[in-house]
């Protein structure tokens, strides 16, 4: 989602993707502004749907292999059109979703490595700096623990605004991996770059270009 962020101005969630359970049914009624009846801080956000309930239930036509796209209509006749087309609309008609119920990246992932390398042609490319990948403590860190990074035992990722990252020093989640803690850090708050010790980790050059964007790339959101 920060990588869709980034490229096509879809804003990241304040404080983290909130996973509301939905299925393909509600989508359009889930995924609109809170303001209107729906999850969204505002409209045009990026958020990711549970496929279960919060008491562990499955949800009904549920997209745990698909994806999706949720819209609003820009006027009347747009509108109308939903209604006209079939699309599957909240009960204003006035958002609507499409969606796909898998995800076949095995073997999307070849299509887009052949675009870049034959037609010079990327899948998606960021215009800007809008979303970034904060770690997170997943259980209360200790002094001199090493963290293992993205699907490991120490953090996970918080998708949050680049400007949000950069003021409070948010470490990246791409750079928590084989870095030593020299402070204590509670489980579910985010990692500082002051709280880690990368000596020794291996991260030189990937450190380099991370301070790099953050002095030359300003965050847009």
């Excluded at 729906?38 to 749907?49: H, I, S, W």
């Excluded at 035992?153 to 030593?180: D, E, N, Q």
């Amino acid at each position: 989602m920060v990588a869709t962020s980034n490229a096509t101005g879809l804003l990241p969630p304040s404080d983290g993707l909130l996973f509301p359970p939905s299925g393909v049914d509600d989508l359009a009624s889930v995924l609109r502004p809170a303001a209107e009846g729906g999850t969204l801080e505002r409209r045009g956000m990026v958020e990711v749907v549970s496929s279960l309930h919060r008491d562990g239930e499955p949800v009904f036509r549920d997209l745990r292999w698909g994806v999706f796209a949720t819209f609003a209509a820009g006027d009347e006749y747009v509108r109308r059109c939903f209604a006209e087309y079939g699309l599957q609309t909240d009960e204003s008609g006035r958002y609507a979703s499409m969606y796909k119920p898998f995800h076949l990246i095995g073997l999307e992932l070849g299509v887009s490595v052949a675009s870049v390398g034959v037609r010079g042609e990327p899948t998606g490319s960021p215009t800007g700096w809008r979303a970034d990948v904060a770690a997170v403590a997943k259980r209360d860190l200790a002094p001199g623990e090493v963290l293992d990074g993205e699907g490991g035992f120490t953090v996970w990722g918080k998708c949050i605004p680049a400007s949000t990252s950069v003021a409070h020093g948010a470490l990246p989640l791409g750079l928590a991996h084989g870095c030593r803690m020299r402070a204590p850090v509670p489980k579910g708050m985010t990692l500082r770059w002051s709280d880690v010790d990368f000596e020794g980790a291996g991260l030189e050059e990937s450190l380099a270009l991370r301070r790099e964007m953050e002095t030359g790339c300003p965050a847009l959101y």
